[in-house]
């Protein structure tokens, strides 16, 4: 007994076991409840996060070739809707299109203004934050894709009636989400709404073509044009269907609801070491 003793003093750390924080645990948290209360406000691990911020691409296509085809204007690309805008006041009397695109770009910056300050004050890469941002977006995709399937195409390409731009200033309210997450995952260059930034810098790279190296850049931006083209193609299949675009809003519905399901199970950031007070580190 008394060698066994021994032994465990000589091996035992001087100063304080050594320990991560996640050994550092209260009775709460041990439960259920708890445990999944921790894994919500942990923050996620940024790296691939890319990849779902690629899928925010798809979405834009269905979105946008959606809208397009129905109401003459965009719900993501604002460069758009601010052309349509212009030519629109230089002649105000000949076409409606201008003022949908005039309530998709206000709706637009509403959104940008309320998503970026809800992620920036409780924190950008917070898991919880993450799911209750794409769970707007989900819900007011729902509600748009909801108005148009029961009020179906607008007969007049120049109406602008409540069923018409209630679903563009939902549908662009929430666009601006995707965005705003690239910025808090510090991934600006896939802010999905904006495609020929990424064009230029994807034809710019000096090892386009050079694929023994690994770019990881290169590989986004090339991501995110075939995408938002291949969103763009099921959006026009849809609208040549039995479903027409309301079938395309609904699978964007379900692509945000994929995504809400990701970042729950989205591995968590690594933990630091804990500091303590004396300056040494517990691994």
């Not at 970026?116 to 950008?124: A, D």
């Amino acid at each position: 007994m008394r060698n066994n003793t021994i032994s465990n003093d000589e091996t035992r750390p001087l100063l304080y076991p050594i320990m991560s924080t996640d050994d550092i645990t209260t009775p709460a948290l041990t439960k259920p409840k708890g445990r999944w209360r921790r894994h919500l406000t942990t923050d996620i691990d940024r790296t691939h996060a890319d990849l779902v911020l690629i899928i925010c691409y798809l979405i834009t296509g269905l979105l946008d070739s959606s809208s397009i085809s129905i109401w003459g204007s965009f719900v993501s690309m604002q460069t758009g809707n601010t052309v349509y805008i212009g030519l629109g006041l230089a002649a105000p009397h000949e076409s409606t299109r201008w003022i949908k695109s005039g309530t998709s770009l206000l709706a637009f910056c509403l959104g940008s203004f309320l998503f970026s300050r809800f992620h920036r004050f409780f924190s950008p890469k917070r898991r919880w934050v993450l799911c209750v941002s794409f769970l707007v977006q989900f819900a007011f995709t729902i509600a748009a894709a909801a108005i148009v399937t029961v009020t179906g195409k607008p007969k007049d390409s120049d109406a602008t009636e409540w069923h018409v731009l209630l679903p563009i200033a939902l549908l662009a309210f929430q666009s601006c989400g995707q965005a705003v997450t690239s910025r808090a995952l510090k991934y600006n260059a896939l802010t999905s709404v904006v495609l020929t930034s990424v064009l230029c810098d994807l034809f710019s790279d000096a090892d386009l073509f050079n694929f023994k190296v690994h770019n990881r850049e290169r590989n986004q931006r090339m991501g995110a044009p075939a995408f938002l083209f291949l969103g763009a193609l099921f959006g026009g299949f849809f609208a040549r269907t039995s479903f027409g675009v309301a079938g395309a809003l609904w699978m964007a519905a379900g692509l945000k609801l994929a995504v809400i399901v990701l970042w729950l199970v989205w591995p968590a950031k690594p933990k630091a070491a804990v500091q303590h007070p004396n300056g040494l580190e517990r691994a």
